[in-house]
């Protein structure tokens, strides 16, 4: 007995130790700066906790009991950044008060923090007047996102699983069914699918695709993204903007799931996209991945294009939406991992052996290589 009361013990103190260190790291985070702090309700319903100026007592602690950690998304805690100064020392007594309150919430990994400091005010007058203490954002099963229309074209095109009849759905264009019919030796697959805003018609085909592919050992690694979960676009940081989901399981039931699950947890919000991003987490997730193929959304900007030479891999780039005219950034991304772009029409091969000052024409696009980047090039 006194042998399993010291184990507790141990543990115990380990669990406390290891939650007073995630205090540490919330406090080493840089502040997040805000004019006047807004609540984002895209896709949230929140607990808010009020705090009084200068204050580290929660004002409406009745409200505690209404926390439910399976279902927080991310806590912020919101202050003024008056008087200009270090507010460690507060934002520590303020973090120290809620982990008092619920310590199960900084055990929690899963559970993202933010410090949002408003700039909003002059004196402590109109510092008092602004919102003081945590917000805490829920993922709210009931609402509808945004992207609900994508998320239903989903789940018509593929309500009875078991079917393999898609002879009725037609698309405006077939890019990802031509491009993935064409080539039939990609083998070892590491699929990579932008599931944001316009790209339900092309995952779809990409899922139609594997219903019918009798070879379900092809694609062994899948990663859906969605560009970070509705976050906002200041709070999207180059290389850790999240939003990604993955599955080895070769069950469709499983993929198309975790299709929907992304798609239901974000939606890009901003044009920009994390596409490399997810190919670098791919990429550690299935480092035995031979074909390395990401359907991509041709008119949306690659956010973290700058990170291109650490994926190590080439990369067949399917683009969808290219009718009116390929993105630049798709090719620059394709040179600098030595892959390949592919459209509806065409394979686009040996990328990187294109030398200075030399022409390259898709369809009625003209581009020149100018500095080992390609630039698209008018009247030529």
């Known amino acids: 007995m006194k042998k399993l009361f010291f184990a507790y013990l141990l543990l115990s103190c380990f669990t406390c130790f290891a939650q ?13 700066f805000v004019n006047t702090y807004q609540i984002d309700n895209r896709n949230y319903t929140t607990l808010m906790l009020s705090m009084a100026y200068g204050s580290s007592s929660i004002i409406n602690s009745n409200d505690l009991r209404k926390i439910n950690i399976d279902l927080i998304k991310r806590i912020d805690l919101v202050y003024t950044a008056f008087p200009i100064g270090n507010f460690n020392e507060l934002t520590e007594k303020r973090l120290q ?37 945590y917000v805490i954002y829920y993922i709210d099963p009931n609402k509808k996102p945004a992207n609900i229309a994508d998320i239903n074209y989903i789940k018509e095109r593929f309500k009875n699983p078991n079917n393999t009849d898609f002879s009725k759905f037609t698309f405006k264009d077939s890019s990802v069914l031509k491009a993935l019919n064409r080539n039939t030796e990609w083998n070892k697959i590491l699929v990579v699918a932008d599931v944001t805003g316009s790209m339900s018609p092309y995952i779809a085909q990409l899922l139609i695709w594997y219903r019918l592919n009798t070879k379900k050992d092809k694609i062994i690694q899948w990663v859906f993204f969605n560009d970070g979960d509705f976050k906002t676009e200041d709070q999207k940081k180059l ?39 997810a190919l670098i987490k ?51 991304l394709a040179i600098d991992t030595k892959g390949s772009i592919h459209t509806i029409e065409e394979d686009l091969q040996n990328l990187v052996e294109l030398s ?11 581009f020149k290589v100018v500095d080992g980047k390609m630039v698209a090039v008018k009247g030529m």
């Open 282 to 332: 791919g990429l550690e997730l299935c480092p035995e991945c031979e074909d390395i193929v990401l359907i991509a959304d041709n008119n949306s900007p690659v956010r973290d294009l700058s990170l291109a030479k650490s994926v190590g891999k080439p990369i067949k780039i399917i683009l969808c939406g290219s009718q009116s005219g390929v993105n630049v950034q798709f090719l620059d």
């Open 97 to 133: 008060s809620l982990y008092n309150s619920n310590p199960a919430l900084f055990a929690n990994a899963k559970i993202e923090w933010n410090l949002v400091a408003q700039n909003n005010c002059q004196d402590v007058d109109g510092a008092k007047l602004l919102y003081h203490g």
């Open 356 to 366: 200075e000052g030399q022409i390259l024409k898709i369809g009625k696009q003209t």
């Open 239 to 277: 290389g850790s903007t999240g939003g990604i989901y993955s599955t080895n399981s070769d069950s469709f039931e499983v993929v198309l799931a975790l299709t929907l699950e992304t798609m239901m947890n974000g939606n890009g919000g901003d044009a920009a996209e994390n596409d490399v991003e």
């Open 20 to 32: 007073q260190n995630k205090i540490k790291e919330i406090l080493a985070q840089p502040n997040k």
